[in-house]
């Protein structure tokens, strides 16, 4: 079970909408997280089952999907969002897998 | 306040043994599943090694099965990560994550993610 991200680099301004693609290699219902990554930093969790936020996290951040298909939406980036986020199939726990990541940059 | 704290990272030279450890507060250690989870200089995140929620088992990726070690001592709140025979390729930063979960309805599988993450600890293998 391999899931893969997509695009691997995002360039975007404050206020654009931005969605992140991960496609798992075979259905995984909706056990797909997300997390974000900034420099010298660990992740960050922020969805579980595809579209539950995390308490706390801000609602520009969305999830959706389910089978082999899933999307992390940020409705509205801001300063802090830039970072890199990473999906995680966690159907086969406790053998898990992350995507490759997509790194979201200041255009 | 939850939290983890890895420990044990430095050179080693390939083919030499490192043991991280993982010290853990702030909540019941006992009755957590505990994970490492690895990343490469400049990479993406790689699973390395875990427990399972119930039955206590263990599981490892291929890249390092026969090589890593994962335990836990739940009278120190500590998890462990032995590594062997160490390879250029084991260079990364290491964390400890504790499984965190969301049981969905009797007979699903529960939604599992990754929270919170320690700090990490660089494990570099050269010559």
């Known amino acids: 079970f391999e899931v893969t991200q997509s695009p691997s680099t995002l360039s975007a301004s404050v206020g654009d909408r931005v969605t992140i693609t991960c496609r798992a290699s075979?259905?995984?219902?909706?056990?797909l997280n997300w997390y974000q990554q900034k420099p010298g930093k660990p992740p960050k969790f922020l969805i579980y089952?595809?579209?539950t936020l995390q308490n706390g996290v801000p609602s520009r951040f969305s999830g959706s999907g389910s089978g082999t298909e899933f999307t992390l939406t940020i409705s509205s980036l801001q300063p802090e969002d830039f970072a890199t986020y990473y999906c995680?199939?966690?159907?086969?726990?406790?053998?898990?897998?992350f995507g490759g990541g997509t790194k979201v940059e200041i255009k | 306040e939850v939290q983890l704290v890895e420990s044990g990272g430095g050179p080693v030279q390939p083919g030499g043994s490192l043991r991280l450890a993982c010290a853990a507060s702030?909540?019941?250690?006992?009755?957590?599943?505990m994970a490492w989870v690895r990343q490469a200089p400049g990479k993406g995140l790689e699973w390395v090694s875990g427990?399972?929620?119930?039955?206590?088992?263990?599981y490892y990726a291929d890249s390092v099965k026969g090589r890593f070690t994962i335990s836990r001592d739940n009278s120190k709140n500590t998890l462990y990560l032995q590594m062997n025979s160490l390879r250029v390729e084991d260079t990364a930063v290491y964390y400890c994550?504790?499984?965190?979960?969301?049981?969905?309805?009797?007979?699903?599988?529960?939604?599992?993610?990754?929270?919170?993450w320690g700090q990490g600890t660089l494990v570099t293998v050269s010559s």
């Open positions: 994550a504790r499984v965190s979960y969301y049981d969905i309805l009797p007979g699903y599988q529960p939604y599992v993610w990754f929270d919170p």
């Open positions: 702030g909540f019941t250690f006992s009755n957590f599943a």
């Open positions: 427990f399972s929620r119930r039955d206590n088992n263990t």
């Open positions: 075979h259905s995984i219902s909706s056990y």
């Open positions: 089952g595809a579209s």
């Open positions: 995680q199939q966690s159907y086969t726990f406790p053998k898990v897998s």
